[in-house]
C-alpha cells in the first residue's frame, strides 16, 4: 500500500500564514551567482526587513483566529558558543493528527520556490519523532516532487552518513537536516562541537555546530514546549537561525502565534477521529482501596495525594486525601472497617512510597485493592467487542478499510515468558467474542494469527522495560524502525495482523491512521498518558488505496482506559492545560464523549427503497450556485438612514473607568462582594494629543473583511456610505467620529453588512449545478451510524439534544429521531402521529447542505406528505421555536430567507419549504396547520 496525500484546505491555510508573513520582508542576497539559488550558500547574506515583517505579522494574525500581534517576540539567548543572537520566533499551532510534519515541509519547500532558501533544520527531542519525520519525507516523496516540480530537495540525518557535509556544502538543492536536541545540547560531550582531527583541505577547520551555523538555516522546531529550558533555549540560539517556525499541539511559549487549528475546531471540522471513552471502574475485592498519586513537600514535611472509598448516604465513593504521619484511614474513610488499622508510619521518597503501620507499602502511581487481571479482561473484552463492531460497520456501508486496536503493555514479561498472561487471556476472549457477535466458529481466525507485539530490544533480540530515558534510546529506536517499516504492511487486509500489543514506553512520534481502539494494559498510574493515547489514533483512517476517508460516521476513536469517564475526562483537561494547550479562544483540549452511551442509528431498507423517497429525493437532492447583485447607490441611500446607526449617537469620549462597591466578608475573613453590586462612573477623558486623524473608510473596510461574515465592497462604494452618514439631514453623527473612532467603524459596518445582505436576498438568484455534483442518498443517509447524545445530569434533566427510538411501524426514514432542540422531538412526533397522512419524513442530516452569503445551512426535515389521497406534496421544513424570523440570531433568520429562494430553484419544480414550530405544523398552503391538518 502507497499513502496518497491531496491538497487539504486546513493544511494550505497553515502554510500560507508562514509563507506570507515574508512577503516582502526577506531580501536575497545581490550578489548571489547567476544561475544558482540564492540561498545555495547559506542565508548569511539575506535581510530581514523588520518593518515590514512586523506589518505582515499584523496583517496575517489579523485573518487568523489568533490575537493581532504588532510586534516581533524575538528568541534572545547567548548561544553555547558564547554569542549573543536574537531571532524571529513564528509559531504554528495544529491539533495532533492533522498533518504537522507535512506541513512544515510543505511551507519550506514553499519559502524555498519563492524566496530561494536552500538550508532548513528540522530540530527534533526524540528518536521517535525523528523517525517519524523521516517516515514523512519517505512518503511524500512523489507527492511533494509533483506539487514543487522545480524545488529539488533532499533530506538527511544528523549523525548518519555524510548528512552534516551534504548539509554544509553550497547546493542549489535544498537541504534538509533532521537532526536531535540532544546532538546540540551537550557542548561537553557532543561531537558536534569538537574540532577536526585535521582541516580540510580548503583549510577549513570549523567544528560541526559551527558549520550548522554558518548556513544560518531556517530551524524548524517540532514539539518546542520539549525545548523550553535554559540550556535547549541556547542550544536553538547556536544553530545562528535565520528564523525559527515551531509547530505543536501545545505551545508553552507561542512566542507569535500564527496560526491555530485547536482540537475541537480539527473535530468539528472532521479532520480527525472524534475521540469516544469507555471506562472500566475496579470493583472492589474485600480489600482496603489506597491509590497513591504522588508525594509532594510541604514546608520541609512530606505530604501524600490519595485515594480511598469513603461512606456516604450512597455507599463508598472513591475519595481523594491528604495523606500525613498519623494518618488514619479508617477515620478518614468514614469508618470503612476493611481499613482498620491502616495508619500511616512514614513515607519515602526515591522510590515515592507511603508506609503504614501494619506494614503495607504503597508507591506512587499504584493501587491496592483491586484485581488488575479481571480490569484487563474487561478492557480486552470491549476492546474485542468494539473492534468486530466497528469493523462490521465499516463492511457494511462498503468502505474498504482496515480496522487496528492498539493496547500498551507496561512490562515485557506480561506478554512474553512463562509468566506471561496476556497472550492466552487475548485468545481466550477473542474466541467468545466472536461467538457473541454471531459469527460461526468455522469461520473463526486463529486469534494469535491476529496480534503482533512491538517491544525494545537489544542488538542480541532480548526484550527489554524502558521507560523513555535517554539511557533507553537504543533499545527504543529497534522498536520504532520496526514499527513504522511495518506501518502500511499492516494496513493491508490481506494481513491478518489486526491487534498491536506495543510497550507503554513508546507512547509518543508514531501512530497509525487506521487505530480505532487503544487500550492502556498498566500496573501503575501515570497523569501524562491520556493526550498520548489519543493521539496514537487521532489521525484519520485509509482506504486500501491508500487514501484518506473522511466520513464522520465511522470516524470515531474508543479508548477503553481503567478509570471513569468523569476521571479521564477531567483529568484529560488537566494535562492538556499543563502542557499549556488551553488557547485564548477557550478551545481546553480534545472533546471526549462517553461510549458507553452511544447509540446505533440504522436507516430503514424499505422506506430507502420506497417509490416515495425516491420522488423526494430526486426533488430536493440538487446542489445550487447563487448570484447576487447589490445596487451601490441604493446601499449607500438605505444605510444612510438604516435604524442601525442610531447607536452613533451614544458614542462619548474615551474616559477612564471609576469603580466602587463596599466589602462584605464571610465568616473566614474573604471577601465576597459580588460583582453586581459594583457601581461604574465614568472619570477623567482621555486626550489624544499628535496623533494623525484616524482613517475611518480603512477601519470600516476592515471590519467588513475580518468580521464573521467577511464582506468586500469597493472603496467608492464605502466613502459614498460614509459620506451620506456625515451629511444626512437631521441626525448629527459626524461630530462622534473623533470620540472613538474604532467603536465607530464598528457600528457602521455592522449596519453596511445587514443592509448589504437584506439587498442580496432581494436580488439573490439560484442555479442548479451540473447534476453529477449532485448529493448522493448513500452519502447523506447512512445505512449506519453511531451517536453519542448528552445524557441527563443534575440541574438538566431532560438535555435539549439527543436521540430516542422511533416506533417500529412509523414513517421516520431511521430507527431513531435525532433531534437538536425540545422542539424537534415534538415536531417529530406529531409526524409519526398523523400515519393518515405522512408517508414518510427523514430529519436531513447535516452533510446535506445548502449554500448561502452567509454560509452553508442545513434544513431539518424532508417529508411526503399525502393530502387527502388527492395530491401527494413533498416539503422541506425548517423547525424553531418561533415564527418570527426577528427573534432569531440575525445570521439564522438570514439563512433561512435564502434557503426559502435555493428551494424555489428546483430543476423539478419549487420545492416547499416554510419555517415553522412544534405548535403550527407544516403550514400547508400558507395556513398555519398542525400537522395532522387541522387549523391551530
Not at 513537600?297 to 472513591?318: P, Q, T, Y
Not at 491478518?496 to 509518543?508: M, N, T
Amino acid at each position: 500500500m502507497k499513502f496518497r496525500f491531496d491538497d487539504q484546505p486546513h493544511q494550505s491555510a497553515a502554510v500560507a500564514a508562514v509563507v506570507d508573513l515574508f512577503e516582502g520582508a526577506l531580501v536575497p542576497p545581490r550578489d548571489a551567482l547567476a544561475g544558482q539559488a540564492a540561498g545555495a550558500d547559506g542565508h548569511a547574506a539575506f535581510g530581514l526587513e523588520r518593518e515590514i515583517l512586523v506589518d505582515n505579522l499584523a496583517a496575517v494574525t489579523a485573518r487568523e483566529s489568533v490575537t493581532v500581534q504588532r510586534e516581533l517576540d524575538l528568541l534572545t539567548e547567548t548561544d553555547l558558543l558564547g554569542v549573543a543572537q536574537a531571532f524571529p520566533n513564528f509559531s504554528v499551532e495544529m491539533e495532533t493528527g492533522t498533518g504537522k510534519t507535512y506541513v512544515y515541509i510543505s511551507t519550506a519547500l514553499r519559502l524555498a520556490e519563492q524566496y530561494g532558501l536552500r538550508k532548513f533544520v528540522i530540530l527534533v527531542h526524540s528518536i521517535a519523532i525523528r523517525a517519524g519525520v523521516v517516515k514523512t519525507f519517505e512518503q511524500t516523496e512523489e507527492h511533494f516532487r509533483a506539487k514543487y516540480p522545480n524545488v529539488p530537495y533532499s533530506w538527511g540525518v544528523l549523525g548518519e552518513n555524510s548528512a552534516l557535509s551534504d548539509f554544509a556544502e553550497p547546493s542549489s538543492t535544498v537541504q534538509f537536516l533532521v537532526a536531535s536536541v540532544q546532538s546540540l545540547d551537550k557542548p561537553n560531550k557532543n561531537t558536534l562541537y569538537a574540532s577536526a582531527e585535521q582541516p580540510q583541505l580548503w583549510g577549513d577547520d570549523l567544528t560541526g555546530v559551527q558549520q550548522i551555523a554558518k548556513a544560518r538555516p531556517v530551524v524548524l522546531i517540532d514539539e518546542p514546549q520539549n525545548m523550553a529550558t535554559l540550556l535547549r533555549r541556547q542550544a536553538i540560539a547556536t544553530l545562528n537561525p535565520l528564523v525559527a517556525l515551531r509547530y505543536s499541539a501545545t505551545h508553552k511559549e507561542p512566542f507569535n502565534l500564527v496560526h491555530r487549528l485547536g482540537p475541537k475546531q480539527a473535530a468539528e471540522a472532521g479532520l480527525v477521529k472524534r475521540v469516544s471513552v469507555k471506562g472500566i471502574v475496579a470493583g472492589e475485592d474485600g480489600k482496603p482501596y489506597v491509590r497513591l498519586d504522588k508525594l509532594r513537600s510541604v514546608r520541609k514535611r512530606l505530604m501524600g495525594e490519595a485515594i480511598i472509598d469513603r461512606a456516604s448516604a450512597n455507599g463508598a465513593r472513591r475519595t481523594p486525601v491528604v495523606l500525613q504521619n498519623g494518618t488514619d484511614l479508617f477515620e478518614e474513610s468514614g469508618g470503612l472497617a476493611q481499613y482498620r488499622g491502616l495508619v500511616v508510619e512514614g513515607m519515602e521518597r526515591k522510590p515515592d512510597r507511603v508506609i503504614f503501620e501494619n506494614g503495607l507499602t504503597v508507591r506512587a502511581g499504584q493501587e491496592t485493592g483491586v484485581d488488575h487481571l479481571a480490569v484487563w479482561r474487561d478492557q480486552i473484552r470491549h476492546t474485542i467487542r468494539q473492534h468486530l463492531s466497528r469493523q462490521g460497520q465499516i463492511d457494511s456501508m462498503g468502505r474498504d478499510v482496515k480496522v487496528l486496536s492498539l493496547f500498551f503493555v507496561e512490562h515485557v514479561a506480561d506478554y512474553v515468558g512463562g509468566e506471561a498472561v496476556l497472550p492466552a487471556m487475548f485468545d481466550e476472549l477473542y474466541r467468545e467474542e466472536w461467538l457473541r457477535a454471531g459469527n460461526a466458529v468455522d469461520d473463526m481466525p486463529n486469534p494469535a494469527e491476529l496480534r503482533v507485539a512491538y517491544f525494545p530490544s537489544t542488538k542480541t533480540g532480548i526484550l527489554k522495560d524502558t521507560a523513555g530515558r535517554a539511557s533507553d534510546a537504543e533499545y527504543e529506536a529497534r522498536a520504532y524502525q520496526e514499527i513504522i517499516a511495518n506501518k502500511e504492511l499492516i494496513l493491508d487486509r490481506a494481513n491478518p495482523r489486526a491487534f498491536i500489543f506495543s510497550h507503554s514506553a513508546l507512547k509518543e512520534g508514531w501512530d497509525n491512521p487506521n487505530v480505532f481502539q487503544v487500550g492502556f494494559l498498566r500496573h501503575t498510574r501515570s497523569e501524562l498518558e491520556r493526550r498520548q493515547q489519543i493521539g496514537r489514533g487521532l489521525r484519520l483512517p485509509v482506504d486500501q488505496s491508500g487514501r484518506r476517508v473522511m466520513d464522520p460516521s465511522m470516524n470515531r476513536l474508543t479508548l477503553i482506559v481503567d478509570e471513569s469517564f468523569t476521571e479521564f475526562r477531567d483529568g484529560l483537561n488537566a494535562e492538556y492545560v499543563a502542557s499549556g494547550g488551553a488557547g485564548g479562544d477557550g478551545d481546553s483540549g480534545p472533546e471526549v464523549e462517553d461510549a458507553d452511551t452511544e447509540v446505533t442509528v440504522r436507516r430503514r431498507p424499505a422506506l430507502f427503497n420506497s417509490p416515495e423517497f425516491a420522488e423526494l429525493w430526486t426533488r430536493i437532492r440538487y446542489k445550487a450556485r447563487y448570484r447576487v447583485t447589490v445596487d451601490p447607490a441604493e446601499l449607500v441611500a438605505v444605510v444612510a438612514k438604516s435604524e442601525h446607526l442610531e447607536e452613533l449617537a451614544f458614542i462619548e469620549r474615551r474616559a477612564n473607568v471609576v469603580q466602587s462597591a463596599d466589602l462584605v466578608y464571610d465568616d473566614t475573613g474573604q471577601v465576597i462582594t459580588a460583582d453586581t453590586t459594583v457601581a461604574e462612573s465614568r472619570g477623567e477623558r482621555i486626550v489624544v494629543v499628535g496623533q494623525r486623524l484616524p482613517d475611518v473608510v480603512q477601519l470600516i473596510e476592515d471590519q467588513l473583511q475580518y468580521g464573521k461574515f467577511p464582506l468586500q465592497l469597493t472603496r467608492p462604494t464605502i466613502v459614498g456610505i460614509v459620506r451620506a452618514i456625515l451629511t444626512h439631514p437631521g441626525r448629527d453623527y459626524a461630530r462622534h467620529v473623533l470620540d472613538d473612532p474604532d467603536r465607530w467603524a464598528r457600528i457602521v459596518a455592522s449596519a453596511i453588512r445587514v443592509e448589504t445582505i437584506e439587498q442580496m436576498v432581494q436580488g439573490v438568484t439560484y442555479e442548479p449545478m451540473d447534476e453529477e455534483s449532485w448529493w448522493d442518498a448513500e452519502v447523506v443517509f447512512l445505512e449506519v451510524e453511531s451517536k453519542n447524545p448528552p445524557q441527563p445530569m443534575p440541574g438538566n434533566p431532560d438535555p435539549q439534544r439527543g436521540v430516542v427510538p422511533a416506533p417500529d411501524d412509523g414513517a421516520n426514514l431511521f430507527d431513531h429521531v435525532d433531534y437538536d432542540s425540545h422542539v424537534e422531538r415534538s415536531f417529530a412526533a406529531k409526524l409519526e402521529n398523523d400515519r393518515e397522512h405522512v408517508k414518510l419524513f427523514a430529519k436531513l442530516p447535516r452533510r446535506f447542505k445548502v449554500r448561502t452569503p452567509v454560509g452553508e445551512y442545513s434544513p431539518d426535515w424532508a417529508i411526503v406528505y399525502d393530502e387527502d389521497g388527492a395530491q401527494r406534496l413533498y416539503l422541506v421544513r425548517e423547525t424553531k421555536g418561533t415564527r418570527n424570523l426577528a427573534d432569531l440570531e440575525w445570521d439564522e433568520a438570514m439563512r433561512i430567507r435564502f434557503a426559502k429562494r435555493h428551494f424555489a430553484a428546483g430543476p423539478e419544480g419549487a420545492v416547499d419549504y416554510e419555517h415553522t414550530t412544534d405548535k403550527h405544523g407544516l403550514l400547508l398552503g400558507g395556513v398555519t396547520e398542525g400537522t395532522g391538518g387541522e387549523a391551530a
